[in-house]
């Protein structure tokens, strides 16, 4: 097998270690009903985007090379992806790793969705991932999925009291807060995209 096989190999093994052991960590913790509380665990934005991970990985190390055709296989959904779960690794550093110390496995499962991940699949993209006819044209189609999951957890926060993030809680900060936090974390996209394709062209050259 070559050796990007075997590291995206490694990269779903991971993924799927981590993301069942998350879920079910959460459903040790909780006394919801178990509807609320699988509806609560896909509305992490890290989960989502850990699932896309495991996908991509999956689908690059076991489809052919013959074959090797479709979404997955696009450089420009690839860097997209790329970004997505790099701004999780930033966020969670950045913002939310503070808030808490998990112990034990739940501190082994939250380095892997929130740093090994993200700095395995950055290496992935930067030495794997043909990034020469990315253009900048594209960045506003990568910012359509934080965009609708921003839009869907702020509806059902409304409906359900309960949101993923504190910087998205509009019952502790009111919307005019969130929608602050919001265009900040926009320009983050913005910039993060635009950084991604400056440096795949670079690196392509």
């Not at 990568?142 to 059902?156: E, F, H, T, V």
């Not at 309960?162 to 996209?189: H, K, T």
Request: charged share 15%; net charge positive; aromatic share 18%.
């Amino acid at each position: 097998m070559k050796t990007n096989k075997l590291y995206l190999l490694l990269i779903v093994l991971l993924e799927w270690f981590a993301l069942i052991a998350q879920l079910v960590l959460l459903l040790q913790a909780t006394h919801l009903p178990l509807a609320e509380s699988l509806t609560r665990y896909f509305s992490y934005y890290t989960i989502l985007t850990n699932i896309i991970i495991a996908a991509y990985a999956a689908v690059h190390c076991f489809t052919p090379a013959e074959r090797r055709t479709g979404f997955f296989f696009k450089p420009s959904v690839e860097t997209a992806i790329t970004l997505y779960i790099t701004i999780v690794g930033l966020v969670y550093t950045l913002l939310l790793r503070q808030l808490w110390s998990p112990k034990g496995l739940q501190a082994v499962v939250d380095d892997i969705l929130h740093t090994i991940i993200p700095v395995m699949i950055l290496i992935y993209w930067w030495k794997w991932v043909d990034t020469r006819r990315l253009k900048y044209s594209t960045i506003p189609s990568w910012l359509i999925y934080p965009a609708i999951y921003a839009l869907i957890i702020l509806i059902r926060g409304h409906f359900a009291s309960w949101y993923p993030y504190p910087f998205l809680d509009v019952l502790q900060y009111l919307y005019g807060r969130v929608l602050i936090n919001c265009i900040f974390l926009l320009m983050a996209f913005i910039l993060f995209s635009s950084l991604f394709v400056w440096a795949g062209k670079k690196k392509a050259r």
